[in-house]
């Protein structure tokens, strides 16, 4: 689903469009904003950019960050929006009060499980980033690349694909990479902000999870249990243990409901384990929100985890 044609013309002949992404966003999701933001204003359109939740202080360095605003600071509403890296309307939450009726919705994204939900849609599975999709929209717009806008592509590459670690780094990932360090970005700083810096609390955090992590399935599955929000990596410990092929973290976000990040090396797809329960993203990264309580929301992952290795063995 690639329609470059009615997007290019639905942006070109409108004066105004609002940018929203997913709730709790990650580094692909503020790079998207703020990318889609650049291109936009390069094309003398006028840009508002927002999201239900505020923006992570690690990545509150990025350049143009201060002008996402919370959807109660908008007091208007917008015919033509563009989403960016939300698999599903559900994800953008809040922003859609900022709708107008019958509003014209462009969906950029790289989720395998996206629904296809705009009324263009832009959505490339192997994508490694929504990022990278709109690297190619700017050169498909003859927009050139500056400085803050490859700051914010790189950044968007750099953590989706964990610094060029993971499964989804491509050769065009890397060849994208090394246009946007030609154009400015300092790959140095933003992997030392993005992927190498972490806070004391983060160490609070890590040293309450650690002490909840259980191994499972012969040694197959591990998982831990985090109270705090801001806990961007701690999922990837427990998929890190030798011998694990699926990481989980589950994390209270009400009375009522349990989110559950998952992460897998090679064996398991958790986007179809995701899409289960209501949820979706990637093969290797994936989430959802499940209502009940701990215990209950637990149970019901790992069976489903059960089923998937074993429709893997049959």
């Known amino acids: 689903m690639l329609d470059w044609t009615s997007a290019t013309q639905t942006l070109k002949n409108t004066s105004q469009i609002l940018v929203v992404s997913h709730v709790n966003p ?65 994800r953008i939450g809040e922003c859609q009060q900022l709708f107008a009726d019958d509003p ?18 832009v959505v490339k599975a192997e994508a490694a980033a929504t990022v990278e999709i709109l690297y190619d929209w700017a050169e498909y717009l003859d927009i050139p690349i500056s400085k803050q806008l490859a700051t914010v592509l790189y950044a968007g590459l750099l953590t989706d694909t964990g610094g060029f670690r993971y499964s989804n780094t491509s050769p065009n990932v890397l060849r994208i990479a090394a246009t946007l360090l030609e154009s400015g970005a300092a790959s140095y700083e933003l992997a030392d902000r993005l992927l190498e810096s972490i806070s004391v609390r983060y160490l609070e955090q890590l040293k309450e999870a650690l002490g909840t992590m259980q191994i499972v399935f012969d040694g197959k599955v591990a998982y831990l249990t985090s109270e705090e929000e801001d806990n961007d990596g701690l999922v990837n410990l427990a998929r890190n243990i030798e011998g694990v092929d699926v990481g989980i973290l589950f994390r209270p976000m009400d009375e009522h409901h ?57």
Not at 104 to 118: K, L, M, R, S
Request: hydrophobic share 40%; net charge negative.
């Open 104 to 121: 014209i919705i462009i969906n950029i994204d790289h989720h395998a499980t996206n629904d296809g939900f705009g009324t263009i849609n």
């Open 258 to 314: 349990i989110k559950v990040s998952m992460r897998s090396r090679n064996i398991i797809d958790v986007s179809q384990v995701a899409l289960s329960l209501g949820g979706g993203g990637h093969a290797r990264a994936a989430g959802c929100t499940v209502k009940g309580t701990m215990n209950e929301v637990i149970h019901n992952v790992l069976e489903k985890m059960k089923e998937a290795f074993e429709g893997v063995n049959e």
């Open 26 to 90: 990650d580094g692909d999701a503020i790079g998207s904003t703020l990318a889609m933001g650049l291109i936009a204003k390069s094309l003398g359109i006028s840009v508002t950019l927002v999201n239900e939740s505020p923006v992570p202080e690690k990545l509150e360095f990025l350049p143009g960050t201060e002008l996402i605003q919370l959807p109660s600071q908008v007091k208007k509403r917008f015919s033509v929006i563009v989403t960016v890296d939300a698999a599903d309307i559900s």
